[in-house]
């Protein structure tokens, strides 16, 4: 396992940013799952990427709980890395697509250990309103596993 790519290592060991709009997974609309490129972990399903204008692939949720990690940064943004090996794989925003454009069948399969920038809390009249997190993540640090038919 692992990958012997040494960008997809300066970006997963050493926090390097891969250029906005070079990697290919910006553009992908398959169904299916991104993997960790260094250990393989399922971290991300096709069902929750969205196109942020951002330049790097980008999900409003994981794939199930526990499989990134966030850590606050000496800058005050805050770090999303591979649970399973530590590997850095971007970063977590708080503009992510509104709660009011998404499907209410995905809302309800939010893994309970993803941020909570104000999604969970129904109660308040804008909740349509309030924004998903954007997890930010370089191309280099994931591979896709198309979806077999």
């Known amino acids: 396992m692992g990958t012997w790519n040494p960008f997809s290592q300066a970006v ?5 940013t891969e250029p906005a709009w070079t990697s290919p997974l910006n553009y992908k609309n398959s169904a299916g799952t991104y993997l960790c490129a260094n250990c393989r972990s399922p971290l991300f399903s096709s069902l929750g990427k969205f196109d942020s204008g ?4 980008s999900f409003w949720k994981t794939a ?3 499989r990134v990690l966030l850590e606050r940064e000496w800058d005050g943004r805050m770090e999303c890395k591979c649970a399973s090996c530590g590997g850095h794989l971007g970063h977590v925003f708080p503009d992510g697509p509104t709660r009011g454009s998404l499907e209410a069948k995905e809302l309800e399969s939010v893994p309970e250990t993803d941020p909570e920038i104000g999604y ?11 924004r998903m997190p954007r997890y930010c993540v370089n191309g280099v640090a994931l591979r896709f596993e198309e979806e077999k038919q």
């Open 12 to 16: 997963l060991k050493l926090g390097f």
């Open 120 to 130: 969970k809390d129904q109660s308040k009249e804008s909740s349509e309103f309030s």
């Open 64 to 66: 199930e709980s526990n």
């Open 54 to 57: 951002s330049g790097w692939p």
